[in-house]
T-cell receptor, first 112, second 116 residues
Framework: RKEVEQDPGPFNVPEGATVAFNCTYS??????FFWYRQDCRKEPKLLMS???SGNEDGRFTAQLNRASQYISLLIRDSKLSDSATYLC?????????????FGKGTMLLVSP | DADVTQTPRNRITKTGKRIMLECSQT?????MYWYRQDPGLGLQLIYY???????NKGEISDGYSVSRQAQAKFSLSLESAIPNQTALYFC???????????????FGPGTRLTVL
């Protein structure tokens, strides 16, 4: 089983739509969880950290289910500028809590 | 000015050549990382350093070496480049204090390397 798995997409949605991304991870000892955003040929940028209680930042909501080893990202009222690849990221196994494992990413395309 | 910078931004080289990619940061972070990204694949960790005297191999270190010249500088070398090292290379930093804040990584703009 891959350490971090995501649906590669692409997800094609119209402006204003709500879209949800899912991610599963295999290391039950993972401590930190993130969603990063990566625009084409650019560096990944932190979108939000994911907390056990769930957290929201404007139109973005992240959820963590430790029992199921599952992370989600919900984007409401999609904008054209949300078009990007969204990377699910968790702490890596057995190498110190500050090394991260990245999923391959889910591509989102928002159309007018 | 960007907090994490990488030079060069683009490089084309030939098989067998030695090449160095450089990374500098002004964030004051102790921890630095090198990743490569291939099309359709996730980022793969090459090497990481938790302080100036600490160097650790990542999941794909073969064919690469690193040097941590100072807290702010971490360079990646390909001693004898080969075509399958053609990729996008990212440097990243984190502050290494504790918890989620420590784990958050900040990336440079990347170096696009092509080995012919």
């Amino acid at each position: 089983r891959k350490e971090v798995e995501q649906d590669p997409g692409p997800f094609n949605v119209p402006e204003g739509a709500t879209v949800a991304f899912n991610c599963t991870y295999s290391n039950s000892a993972s401590q930190s969880f993130f969603w990063y955003r990566q625009d084409c040929r650019k560096e990944p940028k932190l979108l939000m950290s994911v907390y056990s209680s769930g957290n929201e930042d404007g139109r973005f909501t992240a959820q963590l289910n430790r029992a199921s080893q599952y992370i989600s990202l919900l984007i409401r009222d999609s904008k054209l500028s949300d078009s990007a690849t969204y990377l699910c990221v968790v702490t890596a196994r057995g190498s110190g809590y500050s090394t991260l494992t990245f999923g391959k990413g889910t591509m989102l395309l928002v159309s007018p | 000015d960007a907090d994490v910078t990488q030079t060069p931004r683009n490089r084309i080289t030939k098989t067998g050549k030695r090449i160095m990619l450089e990374c500098s940061q002004t964030k004051g972070h102790d921890r630095m990382y090198w990743y490569r990204q291939d099309p359709g694949l996730g980022l793969q960790l090459i090497y990481y350093s938790f302080d100036v005297k600490d160097i650790n191999k990542g999941e794909i270190s073969d064919g690469y070496s690193v040097s941590r010249q100072a807290q702010a500088k971490f360079s990646l070398s390909l001693e004898s480049a080969i075509p399958n090292q053609t990729a996008l290379y990212f440097c990243a930093t984190s502050d290494g204090t504790s918890g989620v804040v420590a784990d958050t990584q900040y990336f440079g703009p990347g170096t696009r390397l092509t080995v012919l």
